[in-house]
């Protein structure tokens, strides 16, 4: 018996002394927070430091080749087995304002966010979800971390709100204040015709034209009406943002469209269902040979700073969250509990939390959507500012109907979607020759263009393809909906 405690107690002895003696790296975070030791093999995140809407997100140095986005502010890495140091560099943004302005629309006023740069790339429609409203998407803290990024990318940036959001009324009965994205209508749709009365407005007063790149992004029932408006009126490019859609818009587009799904996604209306069917719709957009992209995004760990991303709080306030969260066992290995079940925690026994009951519900309710970003729940979430800014930028680089070449560079179309005239805005002496096919590929007619326009009146409504050819057999195709 003494033999075997003897044993019994060599063992522990020797684990102990191995476990306290085990290699560990370091890992220092400049500018950011995550720095530490850790062991080799260890999932270890990191983020930049918080910073305020005046300045945004670069990019990291150093040893980057070992994080997995090294363009985004929270990164993750597996540790090498060395030291490593990696730097956030945050620039200043250009001196800019969001201007508010309400414009008509079909038959309203519409409260209209926006920005244009002086050298614009792009512009880029943003949609709220169910409930929300224009003014919160552009100051909600996740979102505006997007913007600032979209912006100091060299895009504009257009906010408006649903029909039903505007009227404060349900208009189609379904219990909800949200836009109207099935039937996709672009005749009778109201929030449809919105969309296009905006972008006709813009581009007469001169603030673009036709030929500019337009793109939408949508959060929840905003990334379904990002999937429906950016196919019906053939925008660039769409991204949704925790929406899956429905499959119908994805068997008939043709132009690229992107997923940001939340693994841990609690609305009832997407959940782990909505994800799987988001990646299905990404797949049907592969197997069409379309442009898509699909991430799901994945929780990660509550840090003591996270807070100070809100406008008004320290790093100090946030430290003080943080050590409130973790008195109470909300954090479970720094990974936050479901942020309702957290607010449940606070509302039942609020004596229990001094730090965080001096806040004002608004920075209380800001705090809970850092958690939820956080838990990677139903929310909108700036992890992946540039993978969907670089999605607008590359598009998959040979995409059909994207300009990939000099010629078709030189060839646009508008107004899109037309009623009975299509003008041909190109760069390349007439004539040239064209074809139009129906969505099914049938050639409808072919001539040569003799003049920078062709008739369509005689079309039914529907979506359209056009080839266009220059006597050196270049070709462009591109798509039109006439209606």
Known sequence: MKALYLSILSL?????????????????????????NFSAGDTVHIWSKAYDTTKTFKKWTGDIQFLENPNDWHSKLIMPSQNISVSAIIDNMPNYSITFEQIMGQNILKNVYYFFPTN??????????????????????????????AIADGFGIIATEAE??????????????????????????????????????????????????????????????SAGISSALNFRAGVSYCASS????????????????????DNDEVGSEGNYEAWQNDSILAAREICHDYKLHDRQPIYPERFARISGLSVGNSQLIYNDLV???LLDNNFALHSDTIRNRIIANPSLFPNI???????????????????????????????????????????????????????????????????????????????????????LAESSLTNNFIT???????????????SDNETSLLKFVKE
């Open 12 to 36: 522990v002895v020797y684990l102990q002394f191995n476990h306290l003696n085990a290699q560990t790296y370091n890992l220092s975070v400049v500018e950011g927070y995550g720095s530490g």
């Open 120 to 149: 614009l790339k792009g512009v880029i429609y943003l949609f709220h979800g169910t409930g929300g409203s224009a003014n919160n998407f552009i100051n909600s803290i996740e979102n505006r971390s997007f913007i600032n990024a």
């Open 164 to 225: 039903e959001i505007s009227l404060n009324s349900d208009l189609n009965g379904d219990g909800k204040l949200r836009w109207k994205v099935f039937p996709v209508d672009t005749l009778n749709g109201v929030d449809y015709l919105n969309i296009k009365i905006l972008t006709n407005t813009f581009i007469q007063r001169g603030d673009f034209n036709y030929s500019t790149p337009i793109f939408s992004v949508g959060m929840s029932n905003g990334g379904s009406f």
């Open 246 to 265: 429905v499959q119908g818009i994805f068997t008939q587009r043709t132009n690229p469209f992107a997923f940001r799904m939340a693994k841990f996604d």
């Open 327 to 329: 008195t109470n066992n």
């Open 357 to 443: 009951i001096q806040l004002p519900i608004s920075l209380l309710n800001d705090a809970l959507s850092q958690i939820s970003a956080s838990n990677a729940e139903h929310k909108f979430y700036s992890d992946y500012n540039f993978e969907t800014l670089n999605f607008f930028n590359v598009l998959c680089e040979t995409t059909l109907g994207l300009e990939s070449t000099d010629f078709e560079s030189k060839i646009k179309l508008f107004p899109n979607p037309a009623s009975s005239i299509l003008y041909i805005n190109t760069e390349y002496n007439i004539p040239l020759s064209f074809s139009i096919y129906n969505s099914l590929g049938q050639l």
């Open 456 to 470: 369509i009146s005689h079309l039914s409504k529907g979506v359209y393809f056009i080839r266009i050819n220059n």
